[in-house]
């Protein structure tokens, strides 16, 4: 990794800090802590019920993270709905893609209906996008939601969670799908698996890959 994508990845991070009400709130439930010890070592009488809502707070935040670190696997969904964000759903026909010349699978989608060119990852946990076209399709970062950080060839990069309304490819449609904009990504989209987890099954036959949703609908009952 090369110090300018160090440099860029931890300004980011930093910069994403006062944007981040979870993450504020984990501080400002830090401090109050503290300040709860030390009056408790000054035997003041209010210092362990300070204390005691610093750690409540700490816990709420704490279940709310992985709440929404849940949401990018399939199978933890079940307590998801208590955070009143919307069901993800895959749905349509089979699609299949072929292989591009450089020997990866590229797919042209519509992202809340802007058009871009996504890779499929099956390494990479969540279907992440730039910051430039998150500002085209109207993608902003979730309120309450705490700054990630994730794996790229060119090392970590800072990132933020959103949820996409639509987002269509071939003939698949998914809604409510989580994604993660990432500032320092630079201008490759990705697809990952927090989408294709969301299949009934997905393969590669020798330089096509096969994309199955549940329940397959026809592009007419899609639209």
């Known amino acids: ?14 910069t994403a800090i006062p944007r981040s009400e979870l993450l504020m709130l984990a501080i400002a ?13 000054r ?12 750690t409540i707070a700490l816990a709420g ?17 079940v307590a998801v709905p208590q955070l009143g964000l919307p069901e993800q759903v895959v749905q349509g026909a089979e699609t299949r893609l072929a292989m591009a010349s450089d020997g990866h699978f590229w797919l042209r989608a519509e992202l809340n209906g ?23 399709a109207n993608l902003h970062p979730r309120r309450g939601g705490l700054p990630i950080s994730i794996g790229t060839a060119n090392g970590p990069v800072a990132a933020q969670i959103a949820t996409a309304d639509s987002f269509r490819f071939g003939n698949i449609a998914a809604s409510g799908l989580d994604v993660v904009i990432a500032p320092t990504l630079g201008e490759t989209n990705v697809v990952g698996m927090n989408l294709l987890s969301r299949l009934a099954s997905w393969r590669v036959e020798g330089e096509t890959m096969v994309l199955v949703p549940h329940n397959p609908q026809t592009a007419l009952e899609l639209r």
């Open 29 to 41: 439930a830090m401090v109050v802590g503290w300040i709860g010890s030390a009056l408790i070592r």
């Open 114 to 136: 802007v058009p871009a060119n996504f890779l499929v990852d099956t390494g990479a946990t969540v279907t992440a996008v730039s910051s430039d076209l998150a500002a085209l």
């Open 43 to 54: 035997k003041v009488p209010m210092g362990r019920l300070v204390r005691t809502a610093s």
């Open 61 to 77: 935040v704490l279940v709310t993270v992985v709440l929404q670190l849940s949401r990018f696997d399939p199978r933890l969904e």
């Open 1 to 14: 990794m090369s110090i300018q994508n160090l440099w860029n990845n931890t300004a980011a991070a930093i």
